[in-house]
Nanobody
Framework: QMQLVESGGGLVQAGGSLRLSCAAS????????IGWFRHGSRKEREFVAS????????NYADFVKGRVTLSRDNPKNTVYLQMNRLRPEDTDVYYC??????????????????WGQGTQVTVSW
């Protein structure tokens, strides 16, 4: 099973930016759709964004469109989530996850089988 490690979380003021990284182990990284969800303060896990295995296609939740960019570097087995114009309501634990053999930028929670430990993002006024 793929191991995923998130980094880049922290404390930032409203309007600021953070770049989250997700480093993956395993040779199947380039055949996985990679997604980000957030969960912690919310009752349910919430989809944030995903990227297809080629990096050609992305999928964003409405509440982050225009503020977030997801990219991937397959030779480095790493995905990057650039978050701009952060809001206090973005405060949460962000999780990286992998959907094996999914060429699309899927948003279905059931497609994702490997999860990282999460990284805390806190946005203050």
């Amino acid at each position: 099973q793929m191991q995923l490690v998130e980094s880049g979380g922290g404390l930032v003021q409203a309007g600021g930016s953070l770049r989250l990284s997700c480093a993956a182990s395993g040779r199947t990284f380039s055949t996985c759709s990679i997604g980000w969800f957030r969960h912690g303060s919310r009752k349910e896990r919430e989809f944030v964004a995903s990227i297809s295995w080629s990096g050609r296609f992305t999928n964003y939740a409405d509440f982050v469109k225009g503020r977030v960019t997801l990219s991937r570097d397959n030779p480095k087995n790493t995905v990057y989530l650039q978050m701009n114009r952060l809001r206090p309501e973005d405060t949460d634990v962000y999780y990286c996850t992998a959907a094996p053999y999914r060429s699309q930028a899927t948003s279905r929670t059931a497609d994702f089988v490997s999860w990282g430990q999460g990284t805390q993002v806190t946005v203050s006024w």
